[in-house]
């Protein structure tokens, strides 16, 4: 079948939308009829290179959607259903798949860096020529093909366009919390970047029941957003030097808890810095993928400092996206307020250019 679908040709290039051909789904597969595509920096870093992924690609790894159709072998799934594609895929039955980690699963690595389905081929074409998936989901596209256990199906009720923001933003931030750090009740945390995912750091932190949320930013408009989503200091990283502005906030002592929601080694170095003794810093962020972060030994030690790193929430996501949904339910998860612009999906390089500029929190494309 036809689609139309947003492609990253070459990196350094805007998105272009073209018209592909949707091989039918293959044993364990399910074609995704798009609904909605989450705009989340991540597919911005893969357009400037600062994320390598392997290109002619279909961007796009937040969304929701109906399926359209479902390949041989696929049990757990029906035309009809409302899903959210997961950006991971996990085989189930691995050591980390068993560990409650499937995110460290070696099947959603070989997708993410290949570009291919898990047969080693990919679903879509371009006049002829192979285009790549990218991670496993490409959100940006009418329709999308994916593999059965990176698809989660959703209550058919649920708003199609809160529902792709669970796919990767919030539980990406509010997973860091709940499930990385387990930030205990009346504790003290750190945010560096409030963006998109950041402020999903931010809620967690505050249903976590943490008492001090300092969102450290470098643009107003985020830190305003901040305190929307419970962050009860603000500083900008521009007119205050963030780690002594932290510390002066907490009597000295430093946080119990800091987070890097940006991808930058000096901002994991400032979230490291900030933390008291036995504080955890837990990076978030990878942009540029190359890059290292160095620490001071003596305060990992003698402070007993940790310092880790989160993908996906650490989540397991068939437990904690059905959480976040009785969470957004209940009034306590903000989705309402997360989403602050909807763009038609041709207008998909507008809204990556009002990300660009800070004008946006998180936007979605419609199809
Ligand atoms: N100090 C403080 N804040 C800063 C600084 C700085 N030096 N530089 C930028 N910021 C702020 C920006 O003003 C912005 O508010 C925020 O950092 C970034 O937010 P967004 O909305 O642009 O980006 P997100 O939230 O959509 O994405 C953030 C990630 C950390 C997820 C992304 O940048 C990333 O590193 N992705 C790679 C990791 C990955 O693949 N994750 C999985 C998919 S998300
Ligand atoms: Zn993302």
């Known amino acids: 079948m036809k689609a139309k679908a947003a492609i990253l040709f070459e990196v350094g290039q805007k998105l272009e939308i073209r018209e592909v051909e949707v091989e039918a789904p293959k044993f364990g597969e399910v074609l995704i009829k798009m609904a909605v595509g989450g705009v989340c920096h991540s597919d911005l870093h893969v357009m400037t290179g600062h994320l390598t992924a392997p ?11 109906v399926v359209a159709e479902v390949g041989p072998g696929v049990t757990s799934l029906k035309p009809g259903d409302h899903v959210i594609p997961m950006w991971r895929l996990s085989c189930g039955v691995c050591e980390y798949c068993s560990g409650s980690r499937p995110a460290l699963c070696a099947s959603g690595t070989q997708i993410r860096m290949t570009g291919r389905l898990l047969d080693g081929t990919t679903r879509f074409k371009f006049e002829g020529r192979e285009i790549k998936h990218f991670a496993g989901v490409s959100s940006f596209s009418e329709y999308s093909v994916i593999p059965e256990r990176a698809v989660l199906k959703i209550p058919n009720d649920f708003p199609l366009d809160k529902a792709a923001l669970l796919g990767c933003g919030v539980i990406t931030g509010v997973g860091a919390v709940f499930n990385a750090a387990r ?104 942009a540029p993928m190359t890059t290292e972060v160095s620490v001071p030994i003596m305060s990992l030690v003698y402070e007993e400092r940790i310092l880790t790193g989160s993908v996906y929430g650490s989540s397991r996501p068939w437990i904690d996206i059905p959480m976040l949904i009785n969470l ?20 998909i390089n507008e809204a990556y250019a009002a990300l660009e500029r800070g004008e946006v929190l998180r936007s979605v494309v419609t199809f």
């Open 55 to 65: 290109v002619p690609a279909i961007l796009g790894h937040e969304g929701s959607g």
């Open 328 to 347: 957004y339910r209940a009034g306590k998860l903000k989705l309402d307020e997360l989403l602050t612009r909807q763009y038609p999906f041709a207008q």
């Open 183 to 286: 930030v205990k009740p009346g504790s003290s945390v750190a945010v560096f970047g409030t963006g998109g995912v950041g402020v999903n750091v931010i809620q967690g932190a505050a249903i976590a029941g943490a008492e001090i949320i300092i969102a450290v930013d470098i643009l107003p408009s985020k830190l305003e957003f901040a305190k929307r989503f419970g962050a009860t200091h603000t500083i900008n990283a521009k007119e205050t030097k963030p780690v002594e502005a932290v510390r002066a906030l907490t009597g000295g002592r430093g946080v119990d808890y800091s987070f890097e929601v940006i991808g930058l080694p000096e901002t994991i170095r400032q979230a490291y810095d900030s933390l008291s003794k036995r504080g955890m810093a837990v990076a978030v962020g990878v």
